[in-house]
């Protein structure tokens, strides 16, 4: 059985670094045979914006999200830094998703930078986004510098863009892994408490 993942563009800006960041994500995940095209989505909170919670409506947006996550064996986060922070959309998503979406499945953190940042965001979201929704992330993570100079072409430019390259492959396949190890977790383990500790 192929394993599906979801991809989770963090910005709430049309064609964002983030976007551009998933995409790219997404297409080594398939050029790796890690999974198959249906297999691999991509959720852009900047082309698809879920409504500030609490909605009085959460609409199509929230309910196609929510069914490709609860499918998923694992999930790639892709978190801009603005001023030092998580991105609104991403926090957002967070209230919305809960163990049913996210529980016990492994979390790949990616950070996107302008500049030499993106590591910040990870921090935020890993102490304060995993309680109830029950998401686990990896010890792993990617941080994704100068990202408006790699990943943008078929080929890598220079020695940056050649090793961000080479580090995303490996942590993919490190999420891969996880994510067939913690399969059975999700049946194994009884929801008997709605909110963690």
């Not at 967070?94 to 163990?99: K, Q, S």
């Not at 942590?171 to 009884?190: E, H, K, W």
Request: proline share 5%; net charge neutral; hydrophobic share 45%.
């Amino acid at each position: 059985m192929s394993l599906k993942l979801v991809l989770l563009a963090g910005s709430s800006q049309a064609n964002s670094q983030s976007a551009k960041v998933a995409g790219y994500l997404r297409r080594r995940l398939l050029e790796l045979g890690h999974c198959a095209a249906a297999d691999a989505s991509l959720i852009d909170l900047g082309a698809t914006p879920l409504p500030l919670w609490p909605a009085e409506d959460h609409g199509g947006a929230w309910a196609d999200c929510a069914a490709l996550l609860r499918e998923a064996d694992g999930v790639v986060l892709v978190s801009p830094e603005w001023h030092g922070m998580a991105s609104p959309a991403l926090k957002n998503l967070f209230v919305y998703a809960g163990r049913r979406e996210l529980g016990h499945k492994p979390g790949l953190l990616v950070g996107v930078s302008a500049g030499q940042g993106g590591a910040y965001p990870l921090s935020e979201l890993r102490a304060s986004s995993y309680k109830n929704c029950r998401l686990c992330y990896l010890p792993e993570q990617l941080i994704v510098r100068q990202v408006e100079a790699v990943f943008n072409g078929e080929a890598a430019v220079d020695e940056d863009d050649a090793r961000i390259r080479a580090r995303a492959d490996w942590t993919l396949d490190v999420l891969v892994q996880y994510a067939r190890a913690m399969r059975p977790l999700r049946t194994a383990i009884a929801p008997s408490f709605a909110t963690g500790m």
